[in-house]
């Protein structure tokens, strides 16, 4: 408790503010090279050539690096690794990375990454989750368009539905949502005079990154540092790799401390974003006004890559009743590849898309009873003893109840203390 209720003062603050903390491009070293990629200009399709001879030619490009002179691994992922670092043939986005050019400085690698040219075979993609599904919809995945399938059940929903005085059924869409922090991906990787590779990078999994890094050089974990650098917002965009790979890999080639630094368009096209999810909410509610039964389908766009596309879908089924009790109960979510950007990590992790369903159920229900929303939402919510369902039992920290009190005596509202337990 030394902290609760008091103003703590952020030890990174002051160097922040005064223009003294240090951000991976902040860092220059005698000698650094410039890399970076040339990414997919259409979503889905497969190389036919690349002019890389050509782009070797170019003044001040030092090395012009493709997926055959990686010594280790070439894709990485943080579930499954199916992400190229850079493509073999096939690749599944805009934004794919093809080609990564290391040059003695910036104007040469803007030149030479303009002068890349690439031949595709372009094929057809799917870019909704009804069309990914289709039974001749192009197949993204490991056999199927379906990454993640999760059923969440309980009670007798048919009987929920009887009971039910008024029912409300509803489909409610999210986009997708980018995180635009503040300072674009950059790393600067350096060698050790004993190989050893240090990666300079604002990360939020240090330890994950030295996984990746180590693998895609085919070296031991121990023989690769992550130095994690003061970080410009993150909210889940820096949990996949990015530059990381990539800076490491031109330095174990190069033998060159080398930085790699994303333009804003460049960030946007490459890191993950919050799942576009369509749900369909059935709810059924008594004429007493307590919740009965609920009915749920949730459709996340994974994007061609897994990513976090599993644990979202699982939080969102989780999470699809709202803070409410439900006796009865079918939900079934599904994360769904995909040629759009990767979905991945971003602020609730798929908790945060199904509150505008089940809230929105709340307000229609809460209408044809006649009844205020908040009193509604209060008579329904959970407290101690409820049981979720997940079948968890919530034995603690159950603050709701509470929370909407505070709200009606706020704006006042009079809640019906019959309904209070």
């Known amino acids: 408790m030394k902290t609760v209720g008091k103003d703590i003062i952020r030890p990174d603050a002051y160097d922040k503010i005064i223009g003294k903390a240090i951000y991976p491009d902040d860092i220059e070293i005698e000698g650094m090279l410039y890399a970076g990629v040339k990414r997919t200009t259409i979503p889905y399709g497969r190389v036919l050539s690349i002019n890389s001879e050509e782009i070797k030619k170019v003044p001040g490009v030092v090395a012009v690096i493709d997926y055959k002179m990686i010594p280790g691994a070439i894709s990485h992922g943080v579930i499954f690794k199916d992400i190229p670092t850079l493509v073999k043939d ?105 190989g050893k590779i240090n990666v300079y990078v604002a990360t939020q999994y240090p330890h994950y990154d030295r996984e990746e890094v180590a693998k895609c050089l085919d070296m031991n974990e121990e023989d690769i540092r992550i130095i994690n650098t003061t970080i410009g917002g993150a909210f889940g965009g820096r949990e996949d790799i990015n530059p990381q790979c990539h800076a490491a890999l031109a330095t174990y080639i190069t033998k060159r401390p080398v930085k790699v630094l994303y333009s804003r368009e460049e960030s946007v096209i490459s ?66 590849y995909t040629n759009n950007p990767y979905s991945g990590a971003m602020r609730g992790f798929g908790a945060a898309q199904v509150p505008l369903a089940h809230e929105a159920q709340m ?9 205020h929303p908040l009193q509604f939402r209060y008579l329904n919510a959970f407290k101690v003893g409820s049981v979720t369902a ?19 005596q706020i704006d006042n509202i009079q809640l019906d203390k019959d309904v209070r337990e």
């Open 90 to 194: 096939v690749f599944k986005r805009v934004g794919d990375c093809l080609l990564l050019v290391v040059a003695k400085d910036k104007a040469s690698l803007k030149i030479a990454l303009d002068n890349v040219k690439v031949e595709y075979e372009e094929y057809k993609g799917v870019f909704t989750v009804e069309d990914a599904l289709k039974e001749d919809a192009p197949i993204l995945g490991d056999g199927s368009n379906i990454l993640y399938d999760i059923k969440v059940k309980k009670g007798d929903i048919e009987k929920g539905f009887e009971e039910a005085a008024f029912i409300a059924e509803n489909f409610y869409h999210t986009q997708m949502t980018e995180h635009v922090f503040l300072q674009p991906e950059c790393a600067v990787s350096t060698i050790d005079d004993d």
């Open 363 to 371: 307000d229609i229900l809460a209408e044809k009873l006649a009844m």
């Open 271 to 336: 890191h993950s974003k919050r799942h576009p999810m369509k749900l369909y909410y059935k709810t059924g509610v008594k004429d007493d006004g307590k919740l009965c039964a609920l009915k749920v389908r949730i459709y996340g766009d994974t994007g061609a890559y897994a990513s976090w596309g599993m644990n979202v879908l699982r939080k969102s089924a989780v999470h699809a009743t709202g803070p409410y009790e439900i006796p009865n109960v079918d939900v079934r979510a599904q994360a769904i």
């Open 390 to 408: 997940t079948l968890q039992e919530l034995k603690s920290s159950v603050g709701i109840k509470e929370c909407m009190e505070k709200l009606a």
